[in-house]
């Protein structure tokens, strides 16, 4: 029996813009921004503030170094807000009436502070923050590793106190789910930006 459901942020959670993110970033000097940035793990110094191995302000400066000039925290986090396109509020309502029938629902994400800067305060345009959906929150740059690794998984586990058979994880990313899979989790892969909530019903219903 399910127990425990983990939910990805961008293209689960929240509508994701891969393509705004890209525009964003090459309006503030970065011009091979689309070879920079990717929509599941990030690398070089996205993926070093995303892991935790550097600061938002550590990463203003090497990025200011990038583009040739000096760039303010605001850039940075305007650049980075661009990875949002919408929250869908049928996702947010599931999530809410997941937790008011005892679920246990958490966020697993690959994240940094210049995200949950936006996240933390109006997360659903009505004044809420994003911890108001979840029961807690289990993002990259605080594990101090990014998915797919198997720790930060385990720190998830650890976090909710439940087992890989009583979790559900759902995330748009391959290789993030075969890793769950790979542990004795349950999986639900949307698409990008699709609609998962009839499909983690179904799962929920069958694993009663």
């Not at 925290?73 to 309502?93: F, I, S, T």
């Not at 345009?125 to 994003?130: L, Y």
Request: aromatic fraction near 10%; charge should be negative; glycine fraction near 8%.
């Amino acid at each position: 029996m399910i127990k425990n459901i983990a939910f990805d942020l961008g293209g689960v959670v929240l509508a994701l813009s891969y393509e705004q993110a890209v525009r964003r970033f090459e309006e503030v000097g970065l011009k091979d921004a689309r070879q920079q940035l990717d929509a599941f793990e990030q690398r070089g110094i996205f993926g070093d503030l995303e892991s935790g191995r550097i600061t938002a302000e550590d990463f203003r400066r090497e990025l200011s170094k990038m583009v040739g000039r000096q760039l303010t925290m605001d850039e940075c986090y305007q650049a980075w807000h661009g990875y949002v396109d919408h929250v869908p509020k049928r996702n947010l309502e599931a999530l809410l009436s997941l937790r008011e029938r005892g679920y246990k629902v958490c966020l697993l994400s690959n994240t940094n502070p210049y995200m949950m800067q936006w996240a933390g305060n109006d997360f659903d345009g009505e004044g809420h923050p994003i911890d108001y959906f979840f029961d807690a929150l289990y993002l990259s740059y605080e594990c101090k590793v990014m998915k797919p690794r198997r720790e930060i998984f385990e720190i998830m586990l650890q976090g909710q106190k439940s087992t890989p058979e009583e979790t559900l994880f759902v995330d748009d990313g391959r290789r993030n789910v075969e890793m769950a899979a790979s542990m004795g989790m349950h999986t639900l892969c949307p698409q990008n930006n699709e609609d998962w909530t009839e499909a983690l019903e179904a799962i929920l219903k069958n694993l009663q």
